[in-house]
């Protein structure tokens, strides 16, 4: 069937882009400092890619279902090449704010761009409302595994390149390049997608706003509590974390590739184990109750004695951190029209870019400071939890139509 040769392109297209973004996560503060960027300058270059992210996925994806699905996600990945070749051309900081707010690069090592909520809204299309959370489950754990492969490959090559003889700088250009090539390859897959994957046409005359009609009020609810949860995340975003590591416990690129290469690999399994509990539980109380236990172990990580019990703590943070990712995606698609899927995931995935683009220039100031290094972690696990307590009584009464 046509529709399972399109679940298998996104599919790849999921795992080129996850691999990519984590080969470019673990190195890109690292390749700002080099290129002479202080960590203040670094947080808001971070913050600037990351509203400019915004800004630009914000009209993809809500004009996607009515100008084309294939065709946004063909535009998301030529603004993935243009990114990367100016971060490899130049070191001018104003060049690099400009490349970041108008291309697509992850600093976190996860989603960014308009790819995720059009291929949510396709793959919704593609499969019935009984086989979804699993299809979004396995669709986050193929990513999980290439982030974690991407950061292992892109932490390493840095790291031989560098002891081979080569200066930070240049391999942290090589990364850059692979990145870019990724970016080539997501055109050609996207280009192969058939008409399967585009929402079916709509004539009424419904009132829209941002793509969406009678799901507004629930979408724009959702959307403000997905962007409290993003403000939480971006406070320690995965490119922070590995500049925390350096400065606390001075480790290299490589080692910690490996670390988030574990990491991720642990992410991509929790993801999977959502797929029962949500049939057991629900969608919400399998989110909310798995993600509360994740934040008091981020809270933990700063205040272990050694750098053993802190990866431990990441470690067991990882292991249950994307069971509320599957879930939220499988949930949002599940309570809005077919026809505002792409809007909806647009909208709701706008409002947590939003929501983490001021955070991480707030970071900056704290890993600035030596003193402040923990800071960062306790906001970020207390606001997640407020989220947390908040999504649950907003939505528990909420239900999709599988629970019903």
Request: hydrophobic residues 55%.
């Amino acid at each position: 069937m046509r529709s399972n040769t399109d679940i298998r392109i996104l599919f790849t297209t999921r795992i080129l882009r996850l691999f990519a973004y984590g080969f470019l996560s673990v190195v890109l503060a690292l390749y700002l400092a080099a290129a002479g960027l202080s960590e203040i300058q670094i947080g808001l270059l971070l913050t600037f890619t990351l509203a400019g992210d915004a800004a630009i996925t914000l009209w993809l994806t809500t004009n996607a279902d009515r100008l084309g699905r294939r065709r946004m996600l063909i535009a998301g990945a030529t603004l993935m090449i243009v990114a990367g070749t100016v971060f490899i051309l130049t070191r001018n900081p104003i060049l690099l704010t400009l490349a970041a707010i108008i291309g697509v690069l992850s600093p976190s090592g996860n989603e960014i761009g308009p790819f995720l909520s059009i291929e949510q809204a396709s793959l919704t299309h593609l499969v019935p409302d009984a086989r979804r959370t699993q299809i979004f489950a396995w669709y986050n754990l193929v990513g999980s595994f290439a982030t974690a492969t991407g950061a292992l490959a892109g932490g390493w090559l840095a790291h031989s390149l560098q002891v081979n003889g080569w200066t930070a700088l240049a391999s942290y250009r090589m990364v850059l390049a692979g990145y870019i090539l990724v970016g080539l390859a997501l055109v050609v897959s996207f280009l192969v997608l058939s008409p399967a994957v585009e929402a079916a046409p709509n004539h009424d005359n419904q009132k829209r706003t941002l793509g969406l009609h009678r799901s507004r009020g629930v979408v724009f609810k959702l959307s403000g509590l997905f962007a409290m949860d993003a403000f939480a995340g971006g406070l320690i975003v995965q490119s922070m974390f590995a500049l925390w590591f350096s400065l606390r416990y001075g480790l290299d690129s490589g080692v910690i590739g490996s670390i988030f290469f574990g990491a991720n690999i642990l992410a991509g399994i929790s993801a999977l184990l959502a797929v029962p509990m949500a049939k057991r539980f629900g969608l919400i109380n399998t989110m909310v109750f798995t993600h509360i236990p994740s934040s008091i172990f981020l809270i933990l990580m700063p205040l272990m004695l050694n750098l053993p019990l802190a990866i431990t703590m990441l470690l067991l943070r990882f292991s249950i951190s994307q069971m509320d990712v599957p879930t939220r995606q499988s949930y949002t698609m599940a309570v809005v029209a077919p026809d505002e899927r792409s809007a909806a995931s647009g909208v709701t995935s706008i409002a947590r870019s939003v929501g983490a683009a001021i955070s991480p220039s707030i970071s900056g100031i704290f890993l600035g400071i030596p003193s402040l290094l923990s800071i960062p972690f306790f906001l970020c696990g207390g606001i997640k939890i407020i989220y947390d307590l908040l999504l649950w009584r907003e939505f528990n009464k909420v239900k999709p139509p599988e629970e019903q």
